[in-house]
C-alpha cells in the first residue's frame, strides 16, 4: 500500500533539495484537456538536474510514496491525472530543457526530457537538419511524455514513431538509480534494449530525464495536395499509387471526413476552408523531396493518374509554402473543432490497412443501433491510426449521451478487436483504457508487463494506476 505525501516527508525533502525545486500545486496540474479527470497531489517538484531527479524518487521509494509524472499536459487517456489513492508526488521537467548537444553530421541531438517538442524541431532546424516528430499538441507536448507514450503525429508513415526517433534514454529508475543510457548509436547489441522498455511506458516503469534524437535531413522542397477521394478504399489505392510514383517522398497521409469540415464552419468560422462545398472524403497528402525535384509537378501528375482511374474526383494542389501551411491549419484544426462540438466517445484506434474501408462500413451501422449520432472519422491513414469520434447531432450535447458512453465505446472496440486492430493506437493506455487493455490485451504479453512492473518497481510508486491496474 502507497502512502500520502505528508508535512514531514515535505520537511525531510527540503533539506535534501533546492528551494527551487519545490513549486506550487497550481490547479493546472490537476486536470487534463477534456475535463474527464480531476486530479489530486500533495506536492509539485521540478527537478533541475537528473540528480534532483534520483533524489526524489529515492525519497518517495524510502517512504512508498506514488510518483505522478506531469508532462505538457496534453494526454487524453488520464496518465497525467491520479484522481484517487494517497496524495502522490508529481514531478514535472520544465526545468530541464536544455539542447544538451546537436551533432548534426551524426543527425542526433540530445535534449532534456523537458523540452517543447518545437524547440526541438527548432534547434534541429538551426542545424539544417529536421526532427520529423510532428503533431497538433507540438507547442506545449514535452520529450519526455512524447516518449513515455510513444507518440505518433502525421509523419509516421515516413519517419515512425517517437520510438523510432530515439537512439538512446536517460532515466531514473523506481529505485533512484540513473540509467545513463545517452548513447547515439545505431547498433548496440549488448543485451536488454532498456530504452524501448521505457518508451511507452506511460512513467510505470521510471522517469525519463533526457533522450538521444534521431534527425533526419531537411527536405529540399516540400509540397500539399487536398485531393477529394470516392471513399476510403479510393483513398488506400491512392496511397499505394502515390508510394510507388515518389517513394519515400510522401511523408504524411491524412484521411478527412466532411464532417470535419463542417466541425471547422460551424465552431472556427474565421478559418478559410479550402472547399466551399466539401466532399465526403478528402485527403491531405504531404511530400517532402530533394533538390532538382519538384513536388508541384509530382503532386499534379499524381492527381492526373488518379483521376484517369477514378479515385479522385477534384483537387487542390499548394501553390506555395504559405498555401501548403493553410492546408495544415485546417487538418490540424479538427481536433479543437471536436473539443468545441463536444464528442461524446472518442476512439483513437488502428487497423489493418486493408481494413480500414471494411471497419468504416461497419461502424457506422453499428452505432446506429445504439442512437443517432454525428461521426467525424479522420486520421492518419498512411499508417491506418484513425480518430473515429462520435458527436452528438445538433442541438444535444454530449450530456445528454452519457449514459451511452460506454456502450458507445465498447461498440467501437469491439469492431475494432475483430479486425485484429488496436483500442490505442497512439495516445496509450493512461488510466481510461486500463480495463479496455484487460479486456483486449494478449493474456501472456499482459502477464509479462505485470511481472516486469514487480520486478522494477516492486513498490507500485512510479504513476500508479496508469497502464497495469494498481495492485491493493
Not at 270 to 290: K, N
Not at 314 to 322: N, T
Not at 425 to 454: C, Q, S, T
Request: with cysteine.
Amino acid at each position: 500500500m502507497l502512502n500520502p505525501v505528508t508535512d514531514a516527508f515535505a520537511a525531510d525533502l527540503r533539506t535534501r533539495l533546492p528551494a527551487a525545486v519545490f513549486r506550487e500545486l497550481t490547479p493546472a496540474y490537476l486536470e487534463e484537456p477534456r475535463g474527464r479527470f480531476r486530479g489530486q497531489g500533495g506536492l509539485l517538484l521540478a527537478p533541475g538536474r537528473v540528480e534532483e531527479a534520483a533524489e526524489i524518487v529515492r525519497a518517495c521509494a524510502a517512504a512508498r510514496v506514488g510518483i505522478v509524472p506531469y508532462g505538457g499536459g496534453t494526454g487524453l487517456v488520464g496518465g497525467q491525472i491520479l484522481e484517487e489513492g494517497p496524495a502522490p508526488v508529481i514531478v514535472t521537467l520544465d526545468r530541464m530543457r536544455a539542447i544538451r548537444a546537436v551533432h548534426a553530421d551524426e543527425n542526433v541531438l540530445v535534449a532534456e526530457a523537458g523540452c517543447i517538442l518545437t524547440e526541438v524541431q527548432d534547434a534541429a532546424e538551426a542545424a539544417g537538419r529536421l526532427f520529423p516528430l510532428s503533431l497538433a499538441s507540438e507547442g506545449s507536448a514535452r520529450i519526455g511524455g512524447l516518449l513515455s507514450t510513444n507518440a505518433g503525429g502525421v509523419n509516421v508513415l515516413r519517419y515512425g514513431n517517437a520510438r523510432d526517433l530515439c537512439l538512446g534514454i536517460e532515466a531514473v529508475l523506481p529505485d533512484g538509480s540513473i540509467l545513463k543510457g545517452l548513447k547515439r548509436l545505431r547498433k548496440d547489441n549488448t543485451g536488454y534494449d532498456l530504452r524501448h522498455l521505457l518508451i511507452g511506458a506511460e512513467g510505470t516503469l521510471g522517469l525519463i530525464t533526457a533522450a538521444a534524437l534521431k534527425l533526419a535531413p531537411l527536405p529540399a522542397r516540400t509540397g500539399a495536395a487536398l485531393l477529394a477521394v470516392r471513399d476510403p478504399a479510393a483513398a488506400l489505392a491512392l496511397l499505394a499509387l502515390a508510394r510507388d510514383r515518389v517513394g519515400e517522398g510522401v511523408s504524411a497521409f491524412e484521411l478527412i471526413h466532411r464532417a470535419g469540415f463542417d466541425f471547422i464552419a460551424e465552431t472556427l468560422p474565421d478559418l478559410r476552408r479550402p472547399f466551399a462545398d466539401p466532399p465526403d472524403w478528402t485527403v491531405l497528402i504531404d511530400l517532402g523531396l530533394g533538390a532538382g525535384q519538384d513536388p508541384g509537378a509530382a503532386l499534379e501528375g499524381l492527381f492526373a493518374e488518379a483521376f484517369e482511374a477514378g479515385l479522385v474526383s477534384d483537387g487542390l494542389v499548394a501553390q506555395s509554402e504559405a498555401q501548403r501551411h493553410d492546408f495544415w491549419t485546417v487538418r490540424e484544426s479538427i481536433p479543437q473543432a471536436n473539443r468545441r462540438i463536444g464528442a461524446i466517445s472518442s476512439h483513437d484506434i488502428s487497423v489493418p490497412l486493408s481494413a480500414i474501408p471494411d471497419f468504416i462500413a461497419a461502424a457506422g451501422p453499428a452505432l446506429a443501433r445504439i442512437g443517432r449520432f454525428r461521426i467525424n472519422c479522420f486520421g492518419h491513414l498512411g499508417d491506418g491510426n484513425l480518430h473515429y469520434n462520435v458527436f452528438p447531432m445538433p442541438g444535444e450535447t454530449r450530456a445528454d449521451h452519457e449514459p451511452r458512453r460506454g456502450a458507445i465505446k465498447r461498440c467501437v472496440h469491439d469492431l475494432v478487436a475483430s479486425f485484429d486492430g488496436s483500442v490505442s493506437a497512439e495516445h496509450g493506455i493512461g488510466r481510461m483504457k486500463v480495463e479496455d487493455l484487460e479486456r483486449y490485451g494478449d493474456p501472456a504479453r499482459l502477464a509479462a508487463m505485470r511481472a516486469i512492473k514487480a520486478a522494477l518497481d516492486p513498490a507500485g510508486i512510479m504513476n500508479p494506476g496508469a497502464v497495469l491496474r494498481a495492485l491493493s
